[in-house]
């Protein structure tokens, strides 16, 4: 899988060298090339950006430095070409799975008050957000849709951590855990969990997991 991201700050995707994704990056399980916009502008001062037609608070990023960036990077329209917004279709682990069966993502971060409409237009295949709030730029965004996909990609997690017994994959949120101490300042691991009986721990666990669903999340809960 490869990942192109597109953004005026390249520098918050340091954070890719670190953790998981990083040691899988390095081991080369997937690539990450970021691409800095502003490398494609043409203007003097390389700007990204102008003032709004029709007036109005903030700038908002001129097209052709951005389509220049996206068909230079993907010249053949091999990738899904995804902008991060407020408007788009919400994350959520379908989405995810979804796009995990794609060979190609190329994200696009937009700042300000956003990109001109044209580039969805002429370039952008589907529009995602990560939820209902504002945030600065589509960069973190980017992060998160990279993170929740690069978990699908063979290799990245090891076996005890797959992507099949977790939260969400069942529709249901997760069981708590407990490691040791079998004790820690009066609170005691439920006694189930120590006995060695599979059956009844799992059991134990689904119970759970169904209850705690019910208490904070019933709306997932519908589709029963
Ligand atoms: N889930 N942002 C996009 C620029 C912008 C402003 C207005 C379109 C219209 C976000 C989110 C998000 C901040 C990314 C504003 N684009 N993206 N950016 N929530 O808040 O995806």
Known sequence: MNFSIL????????VLKSGLIGKAIESH???????NIRDFSQDKHLKTDDYPYGGGAG??????PLVRAIEGTDPEHKAKRIYLSP???T?????????AKENNLLLVCGSYEGIDERVIELCIDEEISIGDYV????????LVLLNTVARYVDGVLGSSESTSEESFSNNLLEYPQYTRPAEYRGLKVPDVLLNGNHAEINKWRQEQSLKITKERRPDLLKWI
């Open 135 to 142: 945030l600065t730029g589509g960069e973190l965004p980017a």
């Open 7 to 14: 953004t005026i700050f390249p520098e918050y995707f340091d």
């Open 91 to 99: 994350l959520n682990q379908n989405v995810v799975e979804s796009l």
């Open 29 to 35: 399980k997937f690539t990450v090339d970021i691409v």
């Open 59 to 64: 700038m908002v990023m001129t097209p052709d």
């Open 87 to 89: 408007k788009g279709k």
